[in-house]
């Protein structure tokens, strides 16, 4: 884009770096959610929890389940 098209955008440069900012904080954060240390982590505290009693096994299933589904999703395909 020639000069002329960017002074016609300038008046939405800020709306254009917020939504460029969003972008990478949600790239981001899916980045995080998805990260296998991250899963490892948590699935090692959800044992824990339940070796401490403070969830049980039923509870303990539904949230490992979902942290390797997470797993999986996560997983580049190869």
């Known amino acids: 884009m020639g000069l ?3 002074l016609l ?3 939405a440069a800020p709306v254009r770096g917020t939504f460029w900012v ?3 904080v949600a790239a981001e954060a899916e980045r ?8 490892a982590r948590e ?3 959800l044992e824990r929890r ?5 969830i049980d096994e039923a509870e ?4 490992e389940d ?8 996560g997983a580049p395909t190869p």
């Open 4 to 6: 002329l098209g960017e």
């Open 9 to 11: 955008l300038l008046p």
């Open 22 to 24: 969003l972008q990478q």
């Open 32 to 39: 995080q959610y998805y990260d296998p240390s991250t899963i």
């Open 43 to 45: 699935l090692a505290l």
């Open 50 to 54: 339940l070796e401490a009693g403070e």
């Open 60 to 63: 303990f299933d539904r949230r």
């Open 66 to 73: 979902e942290l390797l589904d997470r797993l999986e999703r």
